[in-house]
Structure formats: structure tokens, C-alpha cells
């Protein structure tokens, strides 16, 4: 019995590093060549795995490119608590602050914004379950870090101010420079207002939410 449970436990270790092989190697062509481009059967390849045996861990590439998505979107959790800690004193060294940490992970940015609008339609019923409640569960944490950095903050006003820069965050950076040169995309700076850098046109609405968050009951 000792036996068998040893080989079971071993299995699912196995499992473990096969499912993040697929999904590293799913952003590996996410890197290369874009989300639209990547193909089920190309991450397959990627881990020289046939298609049927892809099939074992992951039912489509939206729920490999789900659980790349919670990777980094922890990993962004992670980083804001070591990047901050204590009551903020300096309100416009945080927004710059919160800025920068936010574009270290271009990738979560990216992938977040069309995770309703294009992801999300065509995974599975429970791997969008699971992304629903992880989201949560982050969301809550990052509230609980910002009622450390504000303490005079309420529990409202905390929640409003991670929903808040996040839906901010999401529409801005696709509309960015740093994510139009990451994904060689045209860029036109005499046309219209120009395209900007995802900090210089942050920070003012961090700067605003701030001070509006004041109001708010």
C-alpha cells in the first residue's frame, strides 16, 4: 500500500510539471508571435506532445492561457506586497511607485484585458469557475494591502480603489506605447493626440482616484 501511494504521489508530481511545461511553453509563442496566433496544436508541439495527449491536462488553449494569466496575476500580488509595506507618506512617490510595479508585468496587463471579451468565451466551464475565484481571492488581498497603505482608508473605499486602477490599468496599457513596441505594433506619434507611455498617463489618475477616494463614503 506504501508502495502504491508512493506512485501515485510521484504521478501527480509528474502532472504538475507537464501542466506548467505547457503552459510556459504557451508563453513562450505568446511572446513570439502573439495570443491570436498560438494555436492548441502549436503549444502541443512546443512540448512535443501530440494533440490527444495535450488533451490530458488542458481542454483548450484558453484555459492553458487562463492559468498563465492567474500565474501572473499572483505573481503581481506578490510584488506589490514586497514593493510596499507600511502607511503611505508620499502619495505621489506611490502612484509613481504603483505605476512602475504595474508594468513589470506587461504580460498580466495584456492578457487581462481581453480575458472577458476573448478568453473567457470559448474556455471551460471550470476553468473560468476556478479564474473567477482566484481573481477574487487576489482582489481581496491587494484590498487588504491598501487598507495598510491607507490606513484611514475604509473598507469602500480600499475595494474602489483596486477595482478602480485595475479597470483603468486594463484600458489604458493596450493603448500604450511600452504594449504597441512589445507587440510591433505600428506606432504613429504625429497622428491624433500621439501615442503615450503607460506611466506618464497613470500616474495623473492614481494622483486623481486619490484624492476623489476622500469623498467617496
Known amino acids: ?41 502549436k503549444i502541443g508541439r512546443k512540448v512535443s506532445f501530440t494533440r490527444l495527449n495535450l488533451y490530458n491536462y488542458y481542454s483548450c488553449k484558453e484555459d492553458i492561457f487562463l492559468t498563465l494569466l492567474l500565474q501572473d496575476r499572483w505573481n503581481t500580488l506578490e510584488d506589490a506586497r514586497n514593493t510596499f509595506s507600511g502607511a503611505v507618506t508620499d502619495q505621489d512617490a506611490f502612484c509613481l511607485e504603483w505605476a512602475k510595479m504595474l508594468l ?16 473567457l468565451k470559448d474556455a471551460s466551464s471550470e476553468m473560468h469557475k476556478r479564474f473567477r475565484l482566484e481573481i477574487s481571492q ?26 478602480s486602477e485595475s479597470s483603468y490599468a486594463l484600458t489604458l496599457y493596450p493603448a500604450s506605447l511600452e504594449y504597441k513596441k512589445r507587440m510591433h505594433i505600428e506606432i504613429f506619434k504625429d497622428v491624433g493626440s500621439g501615442t503615450k507611455d503607460f506611466v506618464s498617463l497613470y500616474i495623473p489618475f492614481l494622483e486623481v482616484l486619490l484624492k476623489g477616494l476622500d469623498k467617496l463614503d
Open 1 to 41: 500500500m506504501k508502495n502504491a501511494g508512493f506512485l501515485r504521489a510521484r504521478g501527480e508530481e509528474q502532472k504538475k510539471i507537464r501542466r506548467q511545461q505547457i503552459v510556459d511553453a504557451a508563453a513562450s509563442l505568446y511572446a513570439e508571435v502573439g495570443y491570436d496566433k498560438v494555436t492548441f496544436s
Open 104 to 119: 513589470r508585468h506587461q504580460r498580466m496587463m495584456a492578457l487581462f484585458s481581453i480575458a472577458n471579451t476573448v478568453i
Open 138 to 163: 487576489i482582489s481581496d488581498e491587494l484590498i487588504k494591502l491598501v487598507q495598510e497603505l491607507f490606513p484611514a482608508f475604509t473598507p469602500k473605499q480600499a475595494s474602489f480603489f483596486v477595482e
